[in-house]
């Protein structure tokens, strides 16, 4: 079994920064693409942007320029600084691992909440 866990999430002001991380734990022998959803009432998961093992990284156009998502393989960990937060950044934040050339893992998610 697999487990992500999120961390970093909160309540931030217009313009403020956090950073958000997921640490994948378990049975892992091969940790391919992974990458950030975030999750808002009554709308659709969204992409954010993933990142492959090999740090290729990818980006909805939405946070391109203000969120940067970055990797750590020996911590099976990864990232997403978040900056220039707007109110419209409002969600839950899902963490999603590709693992062991199989099975596809998310996390619980972390709210991260941007007050105007």
């Known amino acids: 079994q697999v487990h992500l866990t999120e961390s970093g999430g909160g309540l931030v002001q217009g313009g403020g920064s956090l950073r958000l991380s997921c640490e994948a734990t378990?049975?892992?022998?091969?940790?391919?693409?992974m990458g950030w959803y975030r999750q808002v009432p009554g709308r659709q998961r969204e992409l954010v942007a993933t990142i492959s093992a090999e740090g290729v990284t990818n980006y909805a156009d939405s946070f391109k320029g203000r969120f940067t998502i970055s990797r750590d393989n020996i911590k099976n960990t990864i990232y997403l600084q978040m900056n220039s937060l707007e109110s419209e950044d409002t969600g839950v934040y899902l963490c999603?691992?590709?693992?062991?050339?199989?099975?596809?893992?998310w996390g619980q998610g972390t709210q991260v909440s941007v007050s105007i």
């Open positions: 378990g049975y892992i022998f091969s940790l391919e693409v």
């Open positions: 999603y691992a590709r693992v062991n050339f199989v099975r596809d893992y």
